[in-house]
């Protein structure tokens, strides 16, 4: 049975067969592992245990290691890296650039397509790709990942063990399915400062938000069809109060508050929301900081957020 595939066959201008779910193993060990603390070429042999560059059938591992950054280069004359239906685990603070691009990540005309990413970084950073990126899965359970070019991705799992910091700088070619935000709590409830920060425009189908912040930069616009968002206020412990910080715009079709103390669902009323401070809005609450507005309901969203502020001034 092949994998269900949320990526599209033609991936932001590059053509894969994906063959989701049923690549063949190459001529080697399944799983090939990158050599500790080097840098270079993804398509380089001496670079990997064995000295064979991964096949299309081989999952990708990066051990832990030290704290430096590491720099891989997939530049491969445009045909970047293909491993549909596999894994790339990383555990250590590894950056993907296309050399070619010259450190610009707007020029890169590679990409990486897996089936499953799990990027978990190393001395309190992240992975960084600054390619494009397709996987039906990406997950992290420690300091998340930074995506600088577009991504095509089925669910995003930002399950943070420690100190999660995902940056959607780019935006994604089609609405990402699923994505959850959630963080280890301390035992007095404290937070560990993880964010989803996300900077461009997106669409998301379903957010489920259940611990940590996630942030929208100003002149930006996220699109979301359901948002499930944990409220933990009335918990003695908890620290978790203004977890949504938005100086851009969130439209949200459906957004509903679970209540973890009593294990209630309450839904917002259709109108535009903003922070304690913000004067502008229908509603002003407290787990919404700065300047940005919050807008639900399927009427205004039609409508269009910037006739609504209008209406209201």
């Given at each position: 049975m092949?994998?269900?595939?949320?990526?599209?066959?033609?991936?932001i201008?590059w053509?894969?067969?994906?063959?989701?779910?049923?690549?063949?193993?190459?001529?080697?060990?399944d799983?090939?592992?990158w050599?500790?603390d080097s840098?270079?070429?993804?398509?380089?042999?001496?670079?990997?245990?064995?000295?064979?560059?991964?096949?299309?059938?081989?999952?990708?591992?990066?051990?832990?290691?030290?704290?430096?950054?590491?720099?891989?280069?997939?530049?491969?004359?445009?045909?970047?890296?293909n491993?549909?239906?596999?894994?790339?685990?990383?555990?250590?603070?590894?950056?993907?650039?296309?050399g070619?691009?010259?450190?610009?990540?707007?020029?890169?005309?590679?990409?990486?397509?897996f089936?499953?990413?799990?990027?978990?970084?190393?001395?309190?950073?992240?992975v960084?790709?600054?390619?494009?990126?397709?996987?039906?899965?990406?997950?992290?359970?420690?300091?998340?990942?930074?995506?600088?070019?577009?991504?095509?991705?089925?669910e995003?799992?930002?399950r943070?063990?420690?100190?999660?910091?995902?940056?959607?700088?780019?935006?994604?070619t089609?609405?990402?399915?699923?994505?959850?935000?959630?963080?280890?709590?301390?035992?007095?409830?404290?937070?560990?400062n993880?964010?989803l920060?996300?900077?461009?425009?997106?669409?998301v189908?379903?957010l489920?938000?259940?611990w940590?912040?996630?942030?929208?930069?100003?002149?930006?616009t996220?699109?979301?069809?359901?948002?499930?968002?944990?409220?933990?206020?009335?918990?003695e412990?908890n620290?978790?109060?203004?977890?949504?910080?938005?100086?851009?715009?969130?439209?949200?079709l459906?957004f509903?508050?679970?209540?973890?103390e009593?294990?209630?669902?309450?839904?917002?009323l259709?109108?535009?929301?903003?922070?304690?401070?913000?004067?502008?809005?229908?509603?002003?609450?407290?787990?919404i900081?700065?300047?940005?507005?919050?807008?639900?309901?399927?009427?205004i969203?039609?409508?269009?957020f910037?006739s609504h502020?209008?209406?209201?001034?």
């Amino acid at each position: 049975m092949k994998t269900k595939s949320y990526i599209n066959k033609n991936v932001i201008g590059w053509t894969f067969l994906m063959g989701l779910g049923s690549a063949q193993s190459g001529g080697h060990e399944d799983t090939v592992t990158w050599i500790n603390d080097s840098n270079g070429s993804w398509f380089e042999g001496s670079n990997w245990i064995g000295g064979q560059v991964p096949e299309s059938g081989n999952d990708v591992l990066f051990e832990s290691g030290n704290f430096a950054v590491e720099t891989v280069d997939i530049d491969n004359g445009g045909d970047g890296v293909n491993h549909a239906g596999r894994l790339l685990r990383v555990e250590r603070k590894v950056t993907f650039n296309d050399g070619s691009a010259l450190g610009d990540p707007l020029a890169a005309d590679e990409a990486m397509v897996f089936d499953r990413i799990q990027a978990n970084g190393s001395g309190g950073q992240g992975v960084t790709f600054n390619v494009p990126v397709a996987a039906n899965s990406i997950t992290s359970d420690r300091h998340g990942a930074k995506f600088n070019r577009e991504i095509t991705v089925g669910e995003i799992l930002a399950r943070s063990r420690h100190q999660d910091q995902w940056e959607i700088n780019a935006g994604s070619t089609a609405p990402i399915q699923y994505i959850e935000m959630d963080q280890n709590r301390g035992p007095d409830g404290g937070s560990i400062n993880s964010t989803l920060s996300i900077q461009s425009n997106l669409e998301v189908v379903n957010l489920s938000h259940v611990w940590g912040a996630v942030r929208v930069s100003g002149g930006n616009t996220v699109l979301v069809d359901e948002y499930l968002y944990f409220d933990y206020t009335n918990l003695e412990e908890n620290n978790n109060i203004t977890p949504i910080q938005l100086a851009g715009h969130m439209k949200v079709l459906s957004f509903s508050i679970l209540d973890v103390e009593s294990n209630e669902l309450f839904y917002l009323l259709d109108g535009t929301y903003g922070s304690l401070e913000n004067q502008t809005t229908d509603f002003q609450v407290g787990f919404i900081t700065q300047g940005g507005v919050l807008t639900v309901g399927e009427s205004i969203f039609a409508d269009g957020f910037e006739s609504h502020l209008e209406a209201l001034k």
